[in-house]
């Protein structure tokens, strides 16, 4: 495949997602990102967090067949391209000296990313403002993972890992706790306490800080990269769709805070999450992006995901039956990437750095393959 098949699979994939035969575990059902997801490689090497759909969400997203082969490592998406399944990890079936599952503790994000949420909640959904796309409590409250992670759990799990051969980074995420730090002193610990055992990158999200000063904090204990995230670039739409993190955040105090950030770590290493399909204006967030891209924010743009369980289970983004609307926005966005040098795989750790859940790594070498 070229650059531009690449781009519209991965496109087609990440919107439409997939139908996998009955009895086919489905991914994980909740957390702090996109769920309901299993992980394939693509022709390119690189991986794809295939949102999976069943009856009718399938038919209205037109999800396409995704069907094991008599290779268990091959499938076969719509009948004609295959992909190989990224296999669940050895380690996930281990446990600590509590009895903890590891798999409950931190799980394998792509093929080479290790992630965890170091807090499973979010103070936004004590008075129902959280996002209306989020579904960070459920994994939590099903049993599936615990409320608060240890950091020796952590750096367990990410030794397991390591041995095993599975990991080139840690993602470090949290939900935000009533404080001012957003969760950050948490991560600063648990940062300390990977690199005590390991010099493994690590890349960090939280909710900006009262105080900037923690960012910095942050980049001192020794993470590599950070998350920062806007969630749409349409002050409107994130009022509408962030009630909680609208108010307490404004545009202008984000971008005080990436500007911030990029005093403490490299250019392309502070990133933000834009969704596409929440209703925004295209050409507004392609100006956005474009704004980030010149001071050196990376934006993982990425298809909103409707998850059960989150005040979106049953919405329709607009890019449903647009395919050709979507893959031409990928391409600006590329465009945008590849004109103030931003490659994603060149990033140290981080959503980015795995890109399961964007397109951008594609729609970035789809832009160099035409030099735009």
């Given at each position: 495949m070229d650059t531009e098949e690449m781009l519209q699979l991965k496109v087609r994939l990440l919107t439409e997602g997939a139908r996998l035969p009955e009895g086919e575990w489905k991914g994980r059902s909740g957390g702090a990102g996109p769920v309901g997801s299993r992980y394939f490689l693509l022709p390119n090497g690189r991986t794809c967090g295939i949102p999976i759909r069943t009856g009718k969400q399938a038919d209205l997203f037109g999800s396409a067949s995704l069907e094991p082969t008599g290779d268990p490592s091959v499938w076969l998406y719509d009948d004609s391209i295959q992909l190989i399944v990224v296999p669940k990890p050895k380690f996930y079936d281990l446990r600590t000296k509590e009895g903890l599952?590891?798999?409950?503790?931190?799980?394998?994000?792509?093929?080479?990313?290790?992630?965890?949420?170091?807090?499973?909640?979010?103070?936004?959904?004590?008075?129902?403002?959280?996002?209306?796309?989020?579904?960070?409590?459920?994994?939590?409250?099903?049993?599936?993972?615990?409320?608060?992670?240890?950091?020796?759990?952590?750096?367990?799990?990410?030794?397991?890992?390591?041995?095993?051969?599975?990991?080139?980074?840690?993602?470090l995420t949290t939900g935000t706790p009533a404080a001012p730090d957003m969760g950050c002193k948490r991560l600063?610990?648990?940062?300390?306490?990977?690199?005590?055992?390991?010099?493994?990158?690590?890349?960090?999200?939280?909710?900006?800080?009262?105080?900037?000063?923690?960012?910095?904090?942050?980049?001192?204990?020794?993470?590599?990269?950070?998350?920062?995230?806007?969630?749409?670039?349409?002050?409107?739409?994130?009022?509408?769709?962030?009630?909680?993190?609208?108010?307490?955040?404004?545009?202008?105090?984000y971008k005080k805070s990436w500007r911030y950030a990029l005093k403490y770590f490299k250019r392309g290493h502070v990133?933000?999450?834009?969704?596409?399909?929440?209703?925004?204006?295209?050409?507004?967030?392609?100006?956005?992006?474009?704004?980030?891209?010149?001071?050196?924010?990376?934006?993982?743009?990425?298809?909103?995901?409707?998850?059960?369980?989150?005040?979106?289970?049953?919405?329709v983004p607009p890019y449903v039956g647009d395919l050709a609307g979507s893959i031409d926005f990928y391409k600006n966005i590329g465009r945008i990437l590849y004109t103030h040098g931003l490659n994603p795989k060149e990033t140290a750790a981080g959503c980015h750095k795995c890109g399961g859940c964007t397109p951008i790594q594609e729609a970035y070498d789809w832009a160099a393959a035409q030099k735009l």
């Open positions: 599952a590891y798999s409950s503790i931190a799980l394998l994000h792509g093929d080479r990313t290790l992630a965890t949420t170091v807090y499973q909640s979010c103070r936004y959904w004590s008075d129902g403002s959280q996002c209306k796309f989020c579904t960070i409590p459920f994994s939590y409250l099903s049993g599936d993972t615990v409320l608060e992670k240890a950091p020796e759990d952590i750096v367990e799990v990410v030794i397991a890992a390591q041995k095993e051969g599975l990991i080139d980074d840690v993602l600063i610990e648990t940062i300390t306490a990977i690199h005590g055992a390991s010099d493994i990158p690590i890349a960090v999200q939280f909710e900006p800080p009262v105080r900037h000063a923690m960012i910095r904090e942050v980049a001192k204990a020794g993470a590599v990269a950070v998350g920062i995230h806007i969630e749409s670039a349409d002050d409107s739409v994130r009022q509408e769709m962030c009630p909680g993190k609208h108010q307490f955040g404004s545009l202008d105090f990133s933000t999450f834009v969704l596409h399909g929440l209703g925004e204006d295209v050409q507004d967030t392609l100006n956005f992006v474009d704004e980030l891209s010149k001071l050196g924010v990376m934006s993982v743009v990425a298809p909103v995901r409707p998850s059960r369980g989150s005040q979106l289970a049953d919405y």
